[in-house]
């Protein structure tokens, strides 16, 4: 019986070593495709079948698994700032309802301050399904006029890519230790309706507050990511505007990409 036994034992082995690899691949292509934006075209399979984002992803999903049955309720004092969030489930539902594009609407909230709710506007931000497919999202959160947080109107919270979430926190602080123009950043809690929806990156946005802050005159203010952005105007989005009776209006932009592109080093200096 003894010897019998054996060769079950090793199917048995086989059988689930081979599950736990097509589990494990199936959760690399997956979390690839969802949450880094990747199609499903050959451009990109090379990428997905390249050993060292394969390991990355697996380590990151194992860490994922053990955080999520070894983590503690969250301490109801915290270093970290807080932003206790009550949001009616009508609004959330018209956020979640045709995403991607139903998240780039505000919706109204309230905010708990320490004598009060203060109502909000609220929604989801980021234009990868990293920031809107999964259970963490990442929020923006607008006050109203007169209102703010360390002297901040508008905030993201921004569900972090990588388990330390420190690389774009170091980014903005050598950025300003060389004079770069760089938002607030760190970490902060979230809470909606009671419930903790984990630890964000928390960065103040880009705005006309931002520049006032930094004693700067308020002008225009652009965000661009895509590799093309040094070329086309159209490529970058309009943040903030010194005009706000033309606010589509790219002169400057435009001005400054052709001086990019055109002039020689003498005019451009």
């Known amino acids: 019986m003894h010897y019998q036994a054996k060769p079950k034992i090793k199917r048995l082995i086989y059988f689930l070593a081979i599950l736990f690899l097509v589990q494990i691949t199936y959760f690399h292509v997956h979390s690839l495709e969802k949450y880094l934006g990747f199609p499903r075209d050959k451009a990109h399979w090379a990428n997905i079948i390249q050993f060292k984002s394969f390991a990355l992803t697996t380590f990151n999903h194992l860490a994922g698994f053990f955080n999520l049955i070894t983590a503690r309720p969250p301490l109801k004092i915290s270093g970290l700032t807080t932003f206790p969030l009550a949001v009616k489930q009508e609004n959330l539902e018209l956020l979640f309802q045709n995403l991607p594009k139903s998240g780039d609407q505000y919706v109204t909230a309230f905010y708990c301050m320490p ?7 609220i929604k989801l931000r980021g234009d990868n399904s990293f ?11 607008k ?7 360390k002297g901040q109107r508008t905030w993201n919270l921004i569900n972090p890519r990588s388990l330390s979430g420190v690389q774009w926190l170091l980014g903005d602080r050598l950025g300003e230790a060389f004079g770069v123009l760089s938002p607030r950043s760190g970490f902060g809690r979230l809470f909606m309706d009671q419930k903790f929806y984990g630890v964000y990156q928390v960065v103040s946005h880009m705005d006309e507050d931002f520049l006032r802050r930094k004693r700067r005159i308020p002008g225009d203010i652009y965000n661009g990511e895509s590799g093309s952005i040094w070329k086309k105007s159209e490529m970058w989005t309009k943040t903030a505007q010194f005009d706000s009776s033309n606010p589509e209006d790219r002169t400057s932009l435009t001005h400054f990409l052709e001086v990019l592109n055109q002039a020689q080093p003498t005019e451009f200096k």
Do not use: A, L, T, Y
């Not at 006050?143 to 947080?149: E, R, T, V």
């Open 115 to 121: 004598d009060r709710w203060q109502d909000v506007k």
């Open 131 to 141: 920031h809107w497919g999964g259970d963490q999202k990442s929020w923006r959160i």
């Open 143 to 149: 006050f109203n006029k007169g209102q703010s947080i």
